[in-house]
């Protein structure tokens, strides 16, 4: 299940989001693939010790930028004092590092702002630890909020504008348990849709304008509405025959002990009701975590996830990969096989002349080859 190859090297990565920005061109007029995963801490605690952000991007699918850390948990404003004030950001104490799967969206039409937006969950609670004589800090999984930052950039300048904290459709900020965390934001014709939800639940909600508030309450679905849901949605859109199908990919347990499957369902509406479709990639080998995305680049379909090759099998120090993605001809996903080659070349071979004028020498590295460094 850790045969896989991956895609990024130099960090521990995980719960990949892919975006193709079709608004962002290099001088040449080609997309680019964006990728904004989680980022698995050396020696790892659990998963409690995620405090940071990279992102990478490529334009062949081989040959991976690596153009830094654009967030940490150090870069929000935090609120002195113990026992944790949990308005705001919280305290910022050493047992509230939960930083998870993020996402990001391209979107023009807020004024003065983005257009590109970065958003994460993060924890303000903490384990069951705290300072002696003082009382227990509120636990981590019943304090999670959504941060919300903007940039002209997809790769720098999230840090140094306001981060702002997702509130609800009567402008109330929004904390919550683990049915928060894993957001993905939906795009369509304008629309700009929230997509979330752990602990077994998943919503949905529409953005208000600002992109930092929902426009209504969220609708709410359990595994009675979607069977087997665990956390981490990702919903795309796909043409099919002159018909347009919604898909909601999501990983959940179909039993044996062996963790998630990535499971997917169809719908002809964001908003459901949806048709359950089975597995399109069997356990990962991290334990009970899978998560990951859908996306088209250059004419092709790609499901990048993670598995734990990269730290030979250490489930909570895990690695992005990405392999290919056919459909059947009435729509449906045909299951992903895990591939030890990983993906052709998908565009020209990388240009570090080209690059250093795009993004500045010195800006990036090239991510190694996990064939190289594993021989």
Same mark, same amino acid.
């Given at each position: 299940m850790n045969t896989a190859k991956p895609i990024i090297t130099n960090i521990f990565t995980a719960d990949p989001s892919a975006r193709v920005w079709k608004a962002w061109n290099d001088e040449n007029g080609e997309?680019?693939?964006? #990728?904004y995963p989680s980022t698995d801490i050396a020696p790892a605690f659990g998963c409690d010790r995620m405090d940071q952000y990279h992102v990478f991007s490529t334009d062949n699918m081989v040959d991976w930028i690596d153009h830094g850390e654009i967030?940490?948990? %150090? %870069? #929000?404003p935090a609120n002195p004092g113990y026992p944790a004030d949990l308005s705001g950001w919280g305290t910022h104490h050493n047992n509230? +590092?939960? +930083?998870? /799967?993020p996402d990001a969206a391209y979107n023009a039409g807020v004024p003065g702002k983005g257009p590109y937006w &970065? *958003? &994460?969950p993060h924890a303000l609670g903490g384990i069951d630890t705290a300072p002696d004589g003082q009382p227990p800090l509120p636990n981590w999984n019943s304090t999670w909020k959504l941060g919300i930052a903007n940039s002209s950039s997809p790769y720098k300048g999230f840090r140094e504008n306001e981060i702002a904290i997702l509130k609800d459709h009567k402008g109330n900020e929004i904390m919550d348990t683990g049915v928060l965390i894993d957001p993905c934001i939906f795009h369509e014709d304008g629309d700009y849709y929230l997509v979330t939800g752990g602990s077994q639940q998943f919503s949905i909600a529409k953005f208000a304008p600002d992109m930092v508030s929902l426009a209504e309450p969220f609708h709410v679905y359990t595994q009675t509405q979607l069977p087997y849901y665990h956390e981490g949605p990702w919903m795309f859109t796909r043409m099919?025959? %002159? @018909? @347009? *199908?919604?898909? #909601? +990919?999501?990983?959940?347990n179909l039993g044996g002990g062996n963790g998630d499957d990535m499971l997917y369902a169809m719908s002809d509406n964001p908003y459901g009701p949806w048709d359950y479709k089975g597995s399109i990639l069997k356990p990962v080998g991290t334990g009970d975590t899978s998560h990951g995305? *859908? /996306?088209?680049? @250059?004419?092709?379909?790609? #499901?990048?996830?993670?598995n734990a090759a990269l730290s030979k099998g250490k489930g909570n120090l895990r690695s992005v990969c990405a392999d290919e993605l056919f459909f059947n001809g009435d729509g449906t996903i045909k299951p992903? *096989?895990?591939?030890a080659t990983g993906v052709k070349i998908n565009g020209e071979p990388v240009n570090k002349s080209a690059l250093d004028t795009k993004f500045g /020498?010195?800006?990036? @590295?090239i991510e190694g080859k996990y064939n190289e460094m594993s021989k």
């Amino acid at each position: 299940m850790n045969t896989a190859k991956p895609i990024i090297t130099n960090i521990f990565t995980a719960d990949p989001s892919a975006r193709v920005w079709k608004a962002w061109n290099d001088e040449n007029g080609e997309e680019r693939l964006w #990728l904004y995963p989680s980022t698995d801490i050396a020696p790892a605690f659990g998963c409690d010790r995620m405090d940071q952000y990279h992102v990478f991007s490529t334009d062949n699918m081989v040959d991976w930028i690596d153009h830094g850390e654009i967030l940490r948990r %150090d %870069d #929000l404003p935090a609120n002195p004092g113990y026992p944790a004030d949990l308005s705001g950001w919280g305290t910022h104490h050493n047992n509230a +590092m939960f +930083m998870w /799967a993020p996402d990001a969206a391209y979107n023009a039409g807020v004024p003065g702002k983005g257009p590109y937006w &970065f *958003i &994460f969950p993060h924890a303000l609670g903490g384990i069951d630890t705290a300072p002696d004589g003082q009382p227990p800090l509120p636990n981590w999984n019943s304090t999670w909020k959504l941060g919300i930052a903007n940039s002209s950039s997809p790769y720098k300048g999230f840090r140094e504008n306001e981060i702002a904290i997702l509130k609800d459709h009567k402008g109330n900020e929004i904390m919550d348990t683990g049915v928060l965390i894993d957001p993905c934001i939906f795009h369509e014709d304008g629309d700009y849709y929230l997509v979330t939800g752990g602990s077994q639940q998943f919503s949905i909600a529409k953005f208000a304008p600002d992109m930092v508030s929902l426009a209504e309450p969220f609708h709410v679905y359990t595994q009675t509405q979607l069977p087997y849901y665990h956390e981490g949605p990702w919903m795309f859109t796909r043409m099919n025959n %002159d @018909k @347009k *199908i919604y898909y #909601l +990919m999501y990983p959940g347990n179909l039993g044996g002990g062996n963790g998630d499957d990535m499971l997917y369902a169809m719908s002809d509406n964001p908003y459901g009701p949806w048709d359950y479709k089975g597995s399109i990639l069997k356990p990962v080998g991290t334990g009970d975590t899978s998560h990951g995305s *859908i /996306a088209e680049f @250059k004419g092709k379909w790609y #499901l990048f996830y993670h598995n734990a090759a990269l730290s030979k099998g250490k489930g909570n120090l895990r690695s992005v990969c990405a392999d290919e993605l056919f459909f059947n001809g009435d729509g449906t996903i045909k299951p992903v *096989i895990q591939t030890a080659t990983g993906v052709k070349i998908n565009g020209e071979p990388v240009n570090k002349s080209a690059l250093d004028t795009k993004f500045g /020498a010195g800006n990036y @590295k090239i991510e190694g080859k996990y064939n190289e460094m594993s021989k």
